[in-house]
């Protein structure tokens, strides 16, 4: 199979397709290098919390070689944890229209090349981890129990966003992990609100699969909400910028954190009265912006914290 076959119908198009050697593209597409929305996603929370965490020290000198760190690291995470839910989901991607040409259920990548791939990027990730302190490293490392476990929720609960939320939120932790030594509570109350975030936005992103989900039985929050969706989404956002907010207050944030939250919940409040969710492409855009929703607080709490080292 050629390597401009089989591309996923939600990323056609990309870098990927036009500028990589063909060999490389089934990999670069098992690590979503063609979507890295995820990517950013899985990013935002560890930006959050290293910076809420550096304006509790009054020192950013450590941030920009921490940002640059976590940076990698998503990357390299979120491509082994894709290169396993592919390898875990390889027979249902196969019957859902959306997914049947991942690599694959489309015979581009064998179980075992697929293997091998995620162990190199998981010692990427490995290897960015262990630059940190070891409070740190064993804080990462307990979140790969979450990981392993994520692509099977599906099958078993209609929740799974719920375990997606606590992986995909776990740098909530990591940041303050990195640069306080430690987990205080503000940190577990952002990590808690950064779960609520997942839920909301995974629960937009799954219902361009939700029929395809209904016929072959897999499980998930848009199939359990249906047409309460946006009910569902109200609750989960305002949960989010509620124990944001919160983490933020504890941490003794200013103004800059606050208006930073101010415009990440406009932009959520956008997000539900924009969703249709009978129109796939919608839901996916939608979805995406949750990246610019994610930097909106991130500018904010970096400001903050540089506004604090400055004066403290």
């Given at each position: 199979?050629?390597?401009?076959?089989?591309?996923?119908?939600?990323?056609?198009?990309?870098?990927?397709?036009?500028?990589?050697?063909?060999?490389?593209?089934?990999?670069?597409?098992?690590?979503?290098?063609?979507?890295?929305?995820?990517?950013?996603?899985?990013?935002?929370?560890?930006?959050?919390?290293?910076?809420?965490?550096?304006?509790?020290?009054?020192?950013?000198?450590?941030?920009?070689?921490?940002?640059?760190?976590?940076?990698?690291?998503?990357?390299?995470?979120?491509?082994?944890?894709?290169?396993?839910?592919?390898?875990?989901?390889?027979?249902?991607?196969?019957?859902?229209?959306?997914?049947?040409?991942?690599?694959?259920?489309?015979?581009?990548?064998?179980?075992?090349?697929?293997?091998?791939?995620?162990?190199?990027?998981?010692?990427?990730?490995?290897?960015?981890?262990?630059?940190?302190?070891?409070?740190?490293?064993?804080?990462?490392?307990?979140?790969?129990?979450?990981?392993?476990?994520?692509?099977?929720?599906?099958?078993?609960?209609?929740?799974?966003?719920?375990?997606?939320?606590?992986?995909?939120?776990?740098?909530?932790?990591?940041?303050?992990?990195?640069?306080?030594g430690r987990i205080e509570a503000a940190a577990l109350l952002l990590y808690a609100g950064s779960i609520a975030w997942v839920i909301g936005y995974d629960?937009?992103?799954?219902?361009?699969?939700?029929?395809?989900?209904?016929?072959?039985?897999?499980?998930?929050?848009?199939?359990?909400?249906?047409?309460?969706?946006?009910?569902?989404?109200?609750?989960?956002?305002?949960?989010?910028?509620?124990?944001?907010?919160?983490?933020?207050?504890?941490?003794?944030?200013?103004?800059?954190?606050?208006?930073?939250?101010?415009?990440?919940?406009?932009?959520?409040?956008?997000?539900?009265?924009?969703?249709?969710?009978?129109?796939?492409?919608?839901?996916?855009?939608?979805?995406?912006?949750?990246?610019?929703?994610?930097?909106?607080?991130?500018?904010?709490?970096?400001?903050?914290?540089?506004?604090?080292?400055?004066?403290?």
């Amino acid at each position: 199979m050629s390597g401009t076959a089989a591309r996923v119908a939600d990323a056609t198009g990309n870098w990927v397709d036009t500028l990589a050697p063909p060999w490389s593209r089934p990999y670069l597409r098992l690590a979503r290098l063609d979507r890295p929305i995820g990517s950013w996603l899985l990013l935002m929370p560890c930006w959050w919390s290293a910076a809420l965490a550096a304006g509790v020290t009054c020192d950013v000198s450590r941030l920009p070689l921490v940002v640059a760190l976590f940076l990698v690291g998503a990357f390299a995470m979120r491509g082994a944890g894709c290169t396993w839910n592919d390898i875990t989901d390889r027979d249902l991607d196969a019957k859902v229209e959306r997914t049947r040409s991942r690599p694959i259920p489309a015979g581009q990548v064998s179980v075992r090349q697929a293997l091998v791939f995620l162990a190199a990027q998981a010692l990427i990730g490995l290897l960015v981890l262990l630059q940190f302190n070891r409070f740190a490293v064993a804080t990462g490392i307990a979140s790969l129990v979450i990981v392993a476990v994520y692509p099977f929720m599906k099958r078993i609960t209609w929740w799974p966003q719920v375990v997606l939320g606590l992986a995909f939120s776990w740098g909530a932790l990591m940041g303050f992990a990195v640069i306080l030594g430690r987990i205080e509570a503000a940190a577990l109350l952002l990590y808690a609100g950064s779960i609520a975030w997942v839920i909301g936005y995974d629960t937009i992103y799954a219902h361009q699969d939700a029929d395809d989900d209904a016929l072959i039985g897999v499980k998930s929050t848009a199939r359990l909400f249906g047409a309460h969706t946006h009910q569902a989404l109200i609750v989960f956002y305002a949960l989010a910028v509620v124990l944001i907010g919160l983490a933020m207050w504890l941490a003794g944030a200013g103004l800059p954190a606050w208006l930073g939250l101010a415009a990440f919940a406009a932009h959520l409040a956008w997000q539900i009265r924009r969703l249709k969710i009978g129109d796939p492409a919608l839901c996916l855009r939608i979805f995406r912006s949750n990246r610019d929703a994610g930097l909106l607080l991130f500018v904010g709490l970096l400001a903050d914290a540089v506004m604090r080292a400055s004066s403290g």
